[in-house]
């Protein structure tokens, strides 16, 4: 029996081992960990006598995904996404979506707020504020900088909210005087802002938004659509009085998508709990939810829709780099603020003009006009056969004469990556092949 005992340990090894040579992360993790390992010489003919050299071989090339989301991902991060599968119910799992909900609270900066993540898109978000927090017939004012200002006006309209919009033009966002004039005209259930319009760039000043609602009407819910700004933008959610703020999975938190992201304040809670219409939406209800993230955060397992696991466990471990690097979120919130500052003045030397005024621009991404006469086809595949990926225009009021940059996670916060270097290295060539005439003084 002691001479099985051995045999039986080499089984789970060579289990995990297989495993390890399965995964397409193994290269970049051995890059990353064991650079040796493939740049020696005798390591690396050691590595092909014994048909291991595949450990070396990275998969095929990657482009540097350098859009507004999704964004480049952490190796760690990828290797949790593509792990072994494990029940939902696995004390392991459980408490790392505990922990995970618990993580969020330090990146939202609120000692109180109730996190919600559920397996959708960040789209979800919008549908749980309308169904959750709005009854039927009910004003909303929507302040709007673009796009998906617009969208979510309909997701609020089609639930039976009645949307009043403040607008301003393309790249713009509305006054303060404007804002407060709305306020004015009658009283409003909830106000939304998009923090940052991923169609535009453009920054929306959320902290004086929620002082004025507030001194008008404390009862008004001050929604925060941070799907493009929150782990990038500053945002401190209890110090601000936010009562909804809500994101996705794939932008600035650094993990892949498929995870709706929220945090909820406990008046919204409030509020929540004394509507009297029956909620509109069977899977986006928090009556559904709420029972299960109090469990998991409980580090008690529980049920109402099979939550996506490996995704959990991703954000997970992306929470906790997040937390690790920057213990002070507000570090992680001046570096974006810095690679921001970077980009737009290099792009600002070419002799271009961003979409949104630099005082009202975003940290996470940059908005840029092409060229006069330069159309997107002349620009982008240039860029691509680069090795980078960049994003054409979204607003459907200037969409063919602009292009977007993303900028936040593991590209801005991991300097020896050379990812801000490099697209803006490989943008300035492509736009030089596709003819474009520099200033003397361009960076």
Same mark, same amino acid.
């Given at each position: 029996?002691?001479?099985i005992q051995p045999?039986l340990l080499i089984?789970p090894? @060579?289990?995990? *081992?297989t495993?390890?040579l399965?995964?397409?992360n193994?290269?970049?993790l051995?890059?990353?960990?064991?650079p040796? !390992?493939c740049?020696n010489?005798?390591?690396?003919? *050691?590595l092909q006598r014994i048909?291991?050299?595949k450990?070396?071989?990275?998969?095929?090339?990657?482009?540097?995904?350098m859009?507004?989301g999704?964004?480049?991902?952490h190796? $760690?991060?990828?290797?949790?996404?593509g792990g072994?599968s494990m029940?939902?119910?696995?004390?392991? /799992?459980? &408490?790392?979506f505990?922990?995970? @909900?618990?993580?969020l609270r330090?990146v @939202?900066?609120t000692?109180?707020?109730?996190p919600?993540i559920v397996?959708?898109s960040?789209t979800l978000g919008w549908?749980?504020? =309308?169904v959750n @927090?709005?009854e039927?017939?009910? $004003?909303?004012l929507v302040l &709007?900088?673009?796009?998906f200002? $617009?969208r979510?006006?309909e997701?609020l309209e089609? #639930?039976?909210?009645?949307?009043t919009?403040?607008?301003?033009?393309?790249?713009s966002?509305?006054t303060?005087? =404007?804002i407060?004039?709305?306020?004015?005209?009658?009283p #409003?259930?909830m106000?939304t802002?998009t923090h940052?319009?991923t169609?535009?760039?453009?920054?929306?000043?959320v902290e004086?938004?929620?002082?004025?609602?507030?001194?008008?009407n404390?009862k008004?819910?001050v929604v925060?659509?941070?799907v493009c700004?929150i782990?990038?933008?500053?945002?401190?959610?209890?110090?601000?009085?936010?009562?909804v703020a809500?994101t996705a999975?794939q932008?600035?938190l650094?993990?892949?998508?498929?995870?709706?992201?929220m945090m909820v304040?406990q008046y919204?809670m409030s509020?929540?709990n004394?509507?009297?219409?029956?909620?509109p939406?069977y899977y986006?209800s928090?009556?559904?939810?709420?029972?299960?993230?109090k469990?998991?955060?409980?580090?008690?397992?529980?049920?109402f829709a099979?939550?996506?696991?490996? *995704?959990i466990q991703?954000?997970?471990?992306s929470l906790?780099?997040i *937390?690790?690097q920057?213990?002070?979120?507000m $570090?992680? /919130?001046?570096?974006?603020?810095?690679?921001?500052?970077h980009v737009?003045?290099?792009v600002a030397s070419w002799? !271009?003009?961003?979409v949104?005024?630099?005082e009202e621009a975003?940290?996470?991404?940059?908005?840029? #006009?092409?060229p006069?006469?330069?159309?997107?086809?002349q620009?982008?595949?240039?860029?691509?056969a680069k090795?980078?990926v960049?994003a054409g225009g979204l607003?459907?009021?200037i969409?063919?004469? #602009?292009?977007r940059?993303?900028h936040?996670?593991?590209?801005?916060m991991?300097?020896h990556r050379?990812?801000?270097? &490099?697209? !803006?290295?490989?943008?300035?060539?492509a736009?030089?092949?596709?003819?474009?005439?520099?200033p003397?003084?361009?960076l």
């Amino acid at each position: 029996m002691a001479n099985i005992q051995p045999f039986l340990l080499i089984i789970p090894i @060579l289990a995990l *081992l297989t495993q390890f040579l399965k995964n397409p992360n193994t290269p970049a993790l051995i890059a990353k960990h064991f650079p040796q !390992l493939c740049t020696n010489p005798h390591s690396a003919e *050691l590595l092909q006598r014994i048909k291991l050299s595949k450990l070396c071989t990275m998969p095929e090339e990657h482009k540097q995904l350098m859009i507004p989301g999704p964004v480049e991902v952490h190796e $760690d991060v990828l290797s949790a996404a593509g792990g072994l599968s494990m029940s939902h119910v696995d004390p392991v /799992f459980v &408490n790392q979506f505990g922990e995970a @909900l618990e993580l969020l609270r330090k990146v @939202l900066v609120t000692e109180t707020g109730q996190p919600f993540i559920v397996s959708a898109s960040g789209t979800l978000g919008w549908d749980m504020v =309308a169904v959750n @927090l709005v009854e039927p017939g009910e $004003d909303i004012l929507v302040l &709007n900088t673009g796009f998906f200002g $617009d969208r979510f006006a309909e997701s609020l309209e089609v #639930y039976g909210g009645r949307t009043t919009h403040v607008r301003a033009p393309v790249g713009s966002r509305p006054t303060m005087a =404007a804002i407060q004039a709305a306020l004015n005209e009658k009283p #409003y259930k909830m106000v939304t802002i998009t923090h940052v319009d991923t169609s535009t760039g453009v920054l929306m000043p959320v902290e004086a938004i929620s002082k004025m609602v507030k001194a008008k009407n404390p009862k008004t819910i001050v929604v925060v659509d941070g799907v493009c700004s929150i782990g990038g933008e500053t945002l401190l959610f209890d110090a601000w009085n936010v009562d909804v703020a809500m994101t996705a999975s794939q932008k600035a938190l650094g993990a892949p998508p498929g995870l709706s992201i929220m945090m909820v304040s406990q008046y919204a809670m409030s509020v929540f709990n004394e509507r009297k219409a029956p909620i509109p939406s069977y899977y986006g209800s928090w009556r559904k939810w709420l029972p299960v993230m109090k469990a998991y955060e409980a580090r008690t397992p529980a049920y109402f829709a099979t939550p996506a696991v490996q *995704l959990i466990q991703a954000l997970h471990v992306s929470l906790k780099q997040i *937390l690790t690097q920057t213990p002070d979120i507000m $570090d992680r /919130f001046a570096k974006h603020e810095a690679v921001s500052d970077h980009v737009k003045r290099v792009v600002a030397s070419w002799g !271009l003009r961003m979409v949104p005024a630099i005082e009202e621009a975003a940290h996470t991404m940059t908005g840029v #006009y092409l060229p006069e006469g330069m159309a997107l086809p002349q620009l982008l595949p240039k860029v691509s056969a680069k090795g980078v990926v960049l994003a054409g225009g979204l607003h459907p009021d200037i969409a063919p004469k #602009y292009f977007r940059i993303g900028h936040m996670g593991l590209s801005v916060m991991e300097d020896h990556r050379g990812h801000i270097d &490099n697209v !803006l290295k490989v943008v300035k060539e492509a736009l030089g092949e596709a003819g474009y005439t520099f200033p003397q003084d361009a960076l």
